[in-house]
């Protein structure tokens, strides 16, 4: 398969742990990076490789692989957690890059 | 620290060419190790990866956009170009420019542009 599949929605109660799962054939070559996008503002890298955290991302945010899926955890959810969250890897041939179609994340 | 501006019509017509400038600044475009790609979002829908260059020249594009795409670099401006060619009212969306780091098993998109609305009219 080419693509990356994620659910199109989760929600978590404020404080809990959700894990948004990105699932492709490629991920087994390949690590996945995360991306979260508030309404009307560009994407924001918040994991890479294998569980790495840019500068200012809370370390609320971890990312794990295991087989074809990729998971990004967020413990203790906050509201500003509130978001879409998209994955970006390889497929599988390793030679195209893809998003997978994204997960908006609900904080209840 | 770095940052990229896209620049370019906001609105182009059916079956024309769509033309997207990305200045970056704070930085070398020519950075070893540093990918450019452009991204694009239609309204209301996901990411959608458009292809990447290395600042050698070297391209990678999506292959269904493959036929109508080019990415280039422009050194001596530190910038990097998009060219999408006869475009429909699917090309509609906010494209966006990124650096990519990585290596062989891993890449990503750590500074983006905030990005730029082309809408593509009949």
């Known amino acids: 398969s080419s693509e990356l599949t994620q659910d199109p929605a989760v929600s978590v109660a404020l404080g809990q742990t959700v894990s948004i799962t990105c699932q492709g054939d490629g991920l087994r070559s390949y690590y996945a990076s995360w991306y979260q996008q508030k309404p009307g503002q560009a994407p924001v890298l918040v994991i890479y490789y294998k569980n790495n955290r840019p500068s200012g991302i809370p370390d609320r945010f971890s990312g794990s692989s295991s087989g074809n899926t990729a998971s990004l955890t967020i413990t203790g959810a906050q509201a500003e957690d509130e978001a879409d969250y998209y994955c970006?890897?390889?497929?599988?041939?390793?030679?195209?890059?893809?998003f997978g179609g994204g997960t908006k994340l609900t904080v209840l | 620290q770095l940052q990229l501006q896209e620049s370019g019509p906001g609105l182009v017509k059916s079956s024309e060419t769509l033309s997207l400038t990305c200045i970056v600044s704070?930085?070398?475009?020519?950075?070893?190790?540093?990918?450019w790609g452009w991204i694009r979002q239609p309204p209301g829908r996901g990411l959608e990866w458009i292809g990447s260059?290395?600042?050698?020249?070297?391209?990678y594009y999506t292959p269904s956009l493959d036929s109508r795409v080019t990415i280039s670099v422009d050194t001596s401006k530190n910038q990097v170009s998009l060219m999408l060619t006869s475009v429909t009212a699917a090309d509609t969306a906010v494209y966006y420019c990124?650096?990519?780091?990585?290596?062989?098993?891993?890449?990503?998109?750590?500074?983006w542009g905030q990005g730029t609305l082309v809408t593509v009219s009949s």
């Open positions: 970006y890897s390889r497929d599988r041939s390793g030679k195209n890059f893809l």
């Open positions: 704070g930085g070398s475009i020519s950075s070893s190790g540093s990918y």
């Open positions: 260059i290395y600042y050698s020249g070297s391209t």
């Open positions: 990124a650096r990519a780091l990585g290596s062989s098993s891993y890449y990503y998109f750590d500074y």
